[in-house]
């Protein structure tokens, strides 16, 4: 299964995927900014702005509408759950406008790495990570980033076959505390070995080619940095 959605993911963005218009270091440091900036600034005036950063960078580092899809749906979902504990806690009047604000506030938090850890190649962020960090550290947190939109997609094909077997694990099930059981041994029992047969897979393939050899990671020439 890791193989087979793996090389559809790959033939999916092969049409898409293209020299970069910024090099990774650079968008590795946007981030960082761009995900900073939202923390610190709270005027709408600020918020709007690097709103339109983020457009920016969406544009230049040519996500992939899937991912970006399931990103702002995930979003909209955490703000939908922040604004709504806001008004009960504070009511529809004190509670409205900083629930918004706040749930705006993580989108732009979530959406600069987002964008770069979905946008550009494996390859590209470990180069850019292995400059402030060791190379076996870049690769392996490079590595983890990367196979987070495939491990979402294994968590939901596991959902869905098994609700197909009757498990009770709807959102609307999971109300009733007597369903957790269901929750643990249907859906977070699988998903704990998919992720281990997915690590192993990773570690398989990086020892056969002999990574740790050699004191830096070593790439293929179509993999390095394409900039002047």
């Known amino acids: 299964m890791f ?3 793996l090389r559809v993911t790959q033939k999916k963005r092969q049409g898409t995927k293209g020299r970069a218009l910024i ?3 650079l968008a590795l440091l946007l981030c960082f900014v761009l995900s900073l900036a939202a923390i610190v600034e709270r005027s709408p005036t600020s918020l709007a702005w690097l709103t339109l950063a983020n457009v920016l960078l969406l544009l230049i580092h040519r996500l992939d509408r899937q991912v970006l899809k399931r990103g702002i ?3 909209l979902w955490q703000g939908g759950v922040v604004t709504g504990l806001y008004l009960l806690r504070y009511g529809p009047d004190a509670g409205l406008m900083p629930g918004l604000r706040v749930s705006w506030q993580l989108l732009l938090v979530f959406l600069p790495g987002l964008i770069l850890f979905s946008g550009g190649s494996a390859s590209r962020l470990a180069q850019a990570l292995s ?5 076996r550290s870049a690769f392996v947190l ?6 987070l939109p495939l491990l979402v997609t294994e968590i939901a094909a596991i959902h869905e076959a098994q609700r197909l077997r009757g498990a009770r694990i709807r959102p609307r099930d999971l109300l009733w505390p007597g369903n957790w ?3 643990l041994h249907c859906l977070v029992a699988p998903v704990v070995v998919r992720v ?5 897979n990773i570690a398989c393939a990086a020892r056969c080619r002999e990574f740790g050899r050699f004191p830096g ?3 293929w020439p179509g993999d390095q940095e394409n900039t002047p």
Do not use: M, Q, Y
Request: charged share 25%; with cysteine.
């Open 23 to 25: 090099s990774a270091e």
């Open 131 to 135: 400059k402030i960090l060791p190379a």
């Open 3 to 5: 193989s087979t959605s």
């Open 217 to 219: 990671r070593t790439c």
């Open 196 to 200: 281990l047969e997915i690590a192993d």
């Open 181 to 183: 059981g269901d929750l």
């Open 142 to 147: 490079a590595a983890s980033l990367k196979f």
């Open 73 to 75: 749906r995930l979003c």
